[in-house]
């Protein structure tokens, strides 16, 4: 591996936010060398970090920096250079609810290739239409009428799944904890909650309208009516954009865990990494880490019918890993390929769509999120 070298056209990016700044790895499309640049804005707290391939190209970071707060940043050039919002994303509909942390960035698919949503905690959603020079609120989800029975999941209570509609500029979904998922058909107006057949096993009414936590919310590109979800309370398939949900749970060594990600191309194919609940759950689940101690990435090729551990090449004793919930990605390649981060800084990738496992890079601060990327 080499450092600090720029990513060219056609190469894959894997693009890692840390504890302690953002790092881009590419290569060709053998993915067998890679190249390294970062750590960009060293020393904060990326929570996320995307590659919009749409005009040129456009890096996004979601950074969280103790002494200078939270602040999106984007790069037109994979991060020689960056730009920083002139007006930054606050929450006006209430004055009495200040924003604590930026979480997930996602380009909006339909409106231009400046537009960019924003999740935020305390849950609160953003939309800049200039490239992030300046941020609106969407305050539908600020004032939603059940927002008084929401509550602070570990992470707080964060908007950390944002799934626009290629389709439809006005529908939408998002994943809240502890809140549950929602969806808006009127430009995030109004929002309907969409947790019918999902487990909250932490309140007394197992199957509420709202107060389920979802730790990771995904649609699948090729059917965006089919959607999965990683929940503290097990593993969801739908397949009517989240109207009902299946739990495809069993056959799994735990319904907890909080990475997803699914098949580029085939929609049945989905990857999940379990986890235990944690020693101490009611104190926040500090201590949470892989089933076992044994590192196995699980795939399911019928849509959760079935799950196989996938464990060649990862670490099967004594790993007390853990990984965050944007810690799993696939990119586009053929076979794809399939990567997941650690809290304790390992980067483990599959050439071979989870067959076959290596270390892409070990010794990295703690990782928050994982993103794929071809550059154009």
């Known amino acids: 591996m080499t450092d600090h070298a720029q990513p060219g056209r056609g190469d894959t990016l894997v693009i890692v936010g840390t504890r302690k700044g953002a790092f881009i790895f590419s290569s060709d499309e053998n993915r067998k060398v890679w190249d390294m640049s970062g750590p960009h804005w060293a020393g904060s707290d990326v929570f996320h970090t995307i590659y919009d391939a749409r005009d040129g190209g456009k890096l996004w970071v979601v950074r969280n920096d103790p002494v200078f707060g939270s602040e999106v940043h984007r790069s037109d050039d994979l991060g020689a250079t960056w730009y920083s919002s002139k007006i930054g994303p606050s929450i006006t509909s209430d004055p009495k609810i200040k924003v604590n942390r930026f979480w997930h960035v996602t380009p909006d698919p339909v409106d231009g290739p400046d537009s960019v949503y924003l999740g935020a905690e305390p849950a609160s959603l953003f939309k800049s239409v200039d490239a992030g020079e300046t941020w609106m609120e969407i305050d539908g989800i600020t004032k939603h009428p059940s927002r008084n029975g929401w509550m602070e999941g570990f992470g707080g209570m964060c908007l950390h799944s944002i799934l626009p509609d290629a389709s439809s500029q006005n529908r939408m979904l998002v994943g809240i904890s502890a809140a549950g998922v929602f969806s808006t058909e009127d430009g995030g107006a109004n929002w309907s909650p969409l947790n019918r057949g999902v487990r909250a096993d932490f309140m007394g009414e197992p199957y509420p309208e709202v107060g389920q936590c979802p730790h990771s919310l995904v649609s699948h590109p090729a059917n965006p009516r089919r959607l999965y979800q990683q929940n503290h309370c097990g593993v969801y398939r739908s397949d009517d954009r989240g109207r009902e949900w299946i739990d495809i749970s069993d056959g799994l060594p735990s319904r907890f865990g909080l990475p997803l990600t699914v098949h ?102 703690p990782i928050n999120s994982v993103e794929t990327a071809v550059v154009v």
């Open 264 to 365: 580029p191309f085939d929609p049945d194919t989905v990857y999940v990494l379990p986890e235990d609940k944690a020693v101490g759950e009611e104190l926040g689940g500090g201590m949470r880490f892989v089933t076992d101690a044994k590192f196995r990435v699980f795939r399911t090729r019928n849509a959760g019918q079935d799950w196989e551990p996938l464990t060649n090449g990862l670490p099967q004793k004594n790993a007390y890993l853990h990984a965050m919930r944007d810690g799993m990605a696939a990119d586009t390649l053929d076979p794809y390929g399939v990567y997941v981060g650690t809290s304790t800084g390992q980067l483990f990738f599959s050439r071979d769509e989870g067959d076959n496992w290596g270390l892409l890079a070990d010794y990295l601060p």
